[in-house]
C-alpha cells in the first residue's frame, strides 16, 4: 500500500434482506477488534433491500456485537497504490458474548452442528450463481455462445483471480442462456465455509465489477419478462469421517435412504422454505412453469425444472461415483442470505431423517400435465405462488418456526410484510430495476 493511505477493515453480517451491512475500524486495529467487533443495533436487521424500516419489533433499544468470524476475510484489491478493501464476515453476538437470535450465520452453524448430533451426517454444499453483467456484450442468438464473453476477459480473470486469493476454487465460468446473463460455479466446501463463500463470491463480483466500470445483478429478474438469474444450491451428505452417504445403487433415484428421507423433509416444508430461499416480491417471478427453475415441490433426476434435482454424473468404469453424487435445491435466488437458506434447508432436511421419512416420489416429465389428484397422490405440492403465499405458510409452519425460533420468525415476517406493501405501490418494470440495483 502507498505511503498516506490509512486502510479499513469492515465487519459484517449477511442480514433478512440479503444485504452485506457492518461497520469498520482503521486496519490498524484489526488484532483489537478480534474479540469484541464492533458495536451493532437489534434494528439494523429490520433495514429492507430498499433502504427503509417500515416496521421494528426492536425499536432503537438494544445493543449487539458484531464479530469477526475465522475464516471470514474477503480481501480485494481497490485499485493501483490504493489499500484493499477489506471485509471480513462475522457473528453477531448479544453482550453477553452469545449469538443472537437473528444472527443468520449463527443460526445455520446451529443446525449444523444438531445435523452432526443428531443424526451423526455433515453436509457439503456449493452455490452455483447466475448474474447480469452490464457491460457484456448482446447480440441476438448469443446465448451460450462464446462472443458473449468477448470485450469482458479483463473482468472475468480478476473476477477469477480474487475468488481464488478469497481460497475460493472457480469450477465454470459460462455465458448463459440470457442476455448478459453469465453463470459461475466453484468446488464444494464444507456447509458453512460454502455459505460464506456464496456471500464472499457475490461482493467479490459487484467490486470486480465495479472496478471495470460495469455492474453485476445477481437479482432474480433483472428485466421483467426475461429469463432470471437462480442461485442453485448443491448438497450432499457425508458421515463424520467425511465418506459420502448419499449414493445408494440399489434405490431409486440411486439414493440412499438417509439421503431421501433428507429429500423429503426438505419438501414437506418447500411451501415454507420458499419464504427463506426466494424471499423476494419478484422471486415468483421467476419460479414460473417452464422456466427452468423450480414450479412444484418435487424430486426429479436430472430435470432442470423439479425444485431438487438429482445431479448428473458420468456412468464410466472405474469412477466413484459416491463422492460425485449430489442433489440440487433450485427454488433459490440471491435475495436471500446464504447462512439463512443453507440453515433452513438443512433443518428441514434432518427433521426427514429424524422421522426416517420414505423415499420422495421421483417424478419425470412435467408434473404440471397431472391432475391436482394425481398430483396428491405422488406427495407433490405447488409452490407458493407470491412471497405473501410462502409467508402465510412460514407462519403456518411450526417445525421451521421451531428451529428459526420465534424473534426470529416475527421479525423476518415483519420484514418481508413491509418489503411486499411498498413493492406493492410499483409497476412489476419498475420493481424489477429496483431489485437488480439492490442485488
Ligand atoms: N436461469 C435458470 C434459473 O432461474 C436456470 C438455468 C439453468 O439450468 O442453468 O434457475
Ligand atoms: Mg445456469
Known amino acids: 500500500m502507498a505511503d498516506g493511505y490509512e486502510g479499513i477493515v469492515t465487519v459484517c453480517c449477511s442480514d433478512i434482506a440479503g444485504q452485506v451491512r457492518g461497520k469498520g475500524f482503521p486496519a490498524s486495529d484489526l488484532e483489537k477488534r478480534r474479540r469484541f467487533g464492533v458495536g451493532w443495533t437489534p434494528t439494523n436487521v429490520m433495514i429492507n433491500c430498499f433502504g427503509r424500516i417500515p416496521a421494528t419489533p426492536f425499536g432503537a433499544e438494544g445493543d449487539l456485537m458484531l464479530v469477526p468470524a475465522s475464516g471470514g476475510d474477503i480481501r480485494l484489491e481497490s485499485g493501483p497504490g490504493l489499500p484493499l478493501e477489506h471485509i471480513i464476515l462475522g457473528d453477531i453476538l448479544t453482550m453477553a458474548g452469545e449469538p443472537w437470535e437473528c444472527c443468520l450465520r449463527s443460526l445455520l452453524a446451529r443446525a449444523l452442528r444438531a445435523l452432526e448430533e443428531e443424526a451423526g451426517l455433515r453436509l457439503v454444499a456449493s452455490f452455483e450463481h447466475e448474474f447480469w453483467y452490464e457491460r457484456g456484450e448482446e447480440r441476438p442468438g448469443d446465448s451460450y455462445a462464446a462472443s458473449s ?7 472475468i480473470s480478476e473476477f477469477l483471480a480474487a475468488l481464488r486469493v478469497n481460497d475460493i476454487a472457480p469450477d465454470t465460468f459460462l455465458p448463459e442462456y440470457g442476455p448478459r446473463q453469465y453463470e459461475i460455479t466453484i468446488d464444494p466446501a464444507e456447509g458453512l465455509v460454502a455459505a460464506d463463500q456464496a456471500v464472499k463470491l457475490r461482493e467479490i463480483c459487484r467490486s470486480v465489477a465495479r472496478r471495470h466500470g460495469s455492474r453485476a445483478s445477481f437479482s432474480p429478474v433483472v428485466t421483467h419478462g426475461i429469463v432470471g438469474n437462480g442461485v442453485h444450491i448443491h448438497f450432499s451428505l457425508t458421515d463424520l ?8 445403487d440399489t434405490r431409486p433415484g440411486k439414493m440412499s435412504e438417509v439421503c431421501a428421507s433428507f429429500c423429503a423433509g426438505i419438501l414437506r416444508h418447500a411451501r415454507a422454505l420458499c419464504a427463506l430461499t426466494a424471499p423476494s416480491v419478484i422471486s415468483y417471478e421467476r419460479l414460473k412453469p417452464h422456466s427452468w427453475s423450480a414450479y412444484y415441490a418435487n424430486l426429479a433426476d436430472r430435470d432442470r425444472e423439479a425444485l431438487l434435482r438429482i445431479c448428473p454424473y458420468p456412468e464410466v468404469e472405474g469412477l466413484d461415483v459416491s463422492r460425485r453424487f449430489n442433489i440440487e435445491y433450485r427454488g433459490a435466488d440471491a435475495a436471500a442470505s446464504p447462512h439463512l437458506q443453507l440453515a433452513a434447508l438443512v433443518f428441514a432436511g434432518l427433521e426427514g431423517v429424524r422421522e ?21 397422490e405422488r ?6 405462488r407470491s412471497l405473501g403465499e410462502a409467508l402465510d405458510a412460514l407462519e403456518g409452519d411450526g417445525v421451521i418456526g421451531g428451529c428459526l425460533g420465534s424473534v426470529l420468525t416475527q421479525a423476518y415476517v415483519m420484514h418481508k410484510r413491509g418489503e411486499i406493501e411498498m413493492a406493492s405501490k410499483e ?5 424489477c430495476s429496483l431489485y437488480a440495483e439492490a442485488y
Open 379 to 384: 406427495g407433490i405440492t405447488d409452490l407458493p
Open 427 to 431: 409497476t412489476l418494470a419498475d420493481l
Open 356 to 376: 426416517a421419512l420414505p423415499s420422495p416420489f421421483i417424478s419425470t416429465g412435467d408434473p404440471g400435465r397431472w391432475s391436482d389428484a394425481e398430483r396428491a
Open 241 to 248: 469421517a467425511g465418506l459420502p452417504v448419499g449414493f445408494d
Open 149 to 155: 464473453l468477448r470485450g469482458m476477459e479483463g473482468f
